[in-house]
């Protein structure tokens, strides 16, 4: 174990444990490193974005000078760090106390806080030496995150692991430290799922609309009461497996829409002409990505729209 602190007896295989654990729990890649930046535990969750970065030395090397940076600044203010892990990609830096000290820390991601830039994306491919479509594809499968949710991730994981690090500190009986510990670690993973029921709610407090729509049937999955209302339905359990083609005035345009994301896999400031159940017709301006559903292996279509007017709609 590279830990170079005596008060920290815990093995590596419940250092993982409880790692892995917050990895599933909150859906992205999360590794212990010490001071020196050094691994301590194997990265859970790994991205193929992840690995390809790994494969050039030009961006490994980046890689650790980014690193390097955000833990003196950990050090510096003892809080959680979020910083840009790699081009138009995040992480977060969350330190782990022991006795008033910071010993180590949590860093999760790569995440990513919305669509792709195509500029960007360009330019990284061509530094990995990989086709842009390659490169796009690892982006894309990259965990969506707001700034917000990320932050308060890593506040919670700064919580849990100094808790359990410093429980573990106490210097009590092994069989009884260990069910301590393990209780406390299944607390903590109830407060995770409160964390994320939170994220949720501000998921249904946002203005614009957000949706997820099944790539194959073409049907709404989960929609936000603004996404509901602004199609003119009172609540999103009025939208949930209806077809969204059925929605447009001219259903043909969303065949055309899905053509271009099948093909690019992202599409940005898209207009759809929808008409309401009283028959009234909106526009809108739409931003979607296609993302993998980790537990059915599908590909669903992940978007934001927001209404404009007729005049803006014939201006895209």
């Known amino acids: 174990?590279?830990?170079?602190?005596?008060?920290?007896?815990?093995?590596?295989?419940?250092?993982?444990?409880?790692?892995?654990?917050?990895?599933?729990?909150?859906?992205?890649?999360?590794?212990?490193?010490?001071?020196?930046?050094?691994?301590?535990?194997?990265?859970?969750?790994?991205?193929?974005?992840?690995?390809?970065?790994?494969?050039?030395?030009?961006?490994?090397?980046?890689?650790?000078?980014?690193?390097?940076?955000?833990?003196?600044?950990?050090?510096?203010?003892?809080?959680?760090?979020?910083?840009?892990?790699?081009?138009?990609?995040?992480?977060?830096?969350?330190?782990?106390?022991?006795?008033?000290?910071?010993?180590?820390?949590?860093?999760?991601?790569?995440?990513?806080?919305?669509?792709?830039n195509l500029e960007i994306a360009t330019e990284q491919s061509a530094i990995l030496k990989i086709d842009l479509d390659t490169y796009l594809d690892a982006y894309l499968n990259l965990p969506f995150f707001t700034k917000e949710r990320l932050e308060a991730s890593a506040n919670l994981i700064k919580l849990i692991g100094s808790t359990i690090f410093n429980l573990e500190n106490q210097g009590s009986e092994n069989k009884a430290k260990n069910r301590l510990i393990t209780r406390k670690n299944e607390e903590l993973t109830t407060q995770l799922q409160e964390s994320q029921n939170l994220y949720k709610r501000i998921f249904d407090t946002v203005n614009d609309g957000i949706y997820l729509a099944d790539l194959e049937q073409g049907t709404f999955i989960d929609i936000n009461p603004a996404g509901?209302?602004?199609?003119?339905?009172?609540?999103?359990?009025?939208?949930?497996?209806?077809?969204?083609?059925?929605?447009?005035?001219?259903?043909?345009?969303?065949?055309?829409?899905?053509?271009?994301?099948?093909?690019?896999?992202?599409?940005?400031?898209?207009?759809?002409?929808?008409?309401?159940?009283?028959?009234?017709?909106?526009?809108?301006?739409?931003?979607?990505?296609?993302?993998?559903?980790q537990k059915t292996g599908k590909q669903i279509i992940q978007g934001i729209f927001r209404e404009i007017l007729p005049r803006e709609h014939r201006q895209i």
């Open 1 to 116: 174990m590279k830990l170079k602190d005596q008060r920290i007896n815990l093995s590596l295989q419940v250092l993982q444990r409880i790692q892995d654990n917050y990895s599933t729990a909150l859906g992205i890649p999360i590794s212990i490193r010490n001071q020196e930046g050094e691994l301590i535990t194997k990265l859970s969750q790994p991205s193929k974005l992840w690995a390809l970065i790994h494969s050039s030395a030009e961006a490994e090397k980046k890689l650790v000078n980014l690193l390097k940076i955000a833990i003196e600044k950990c050090n510096r203010t003892g809080q959680v760090v979020i910083f840009e892990r790699h081009p138009d990609t995040y992480a977060f830096l969350a330190p782990i106390y022991v006795g008033g000290e910071i010993i180590a820390f949590f860093i999760g991601g790569l995440v990513r806080f919305g669509n792709p």
């Open 228 to 293: 509901a209302q602004l199609l003119g339905y009172q609540s999103p359990t009025d939208l949930i497996g209806k077809v969204v083609r059925n929605l447009y005035v001219n259903p043909s345009e969303r065949d055309h829409y899905l053509e271009k994301l099948k093909a690019q896999g992202v599409i940005s400031k898209w207009p759809a002409h929808i008409r309401t159940p009283s028959g009234e017709e909106r526009y809108f301006e739409t931003n979607a990505s296609l993302i993998l559903d």
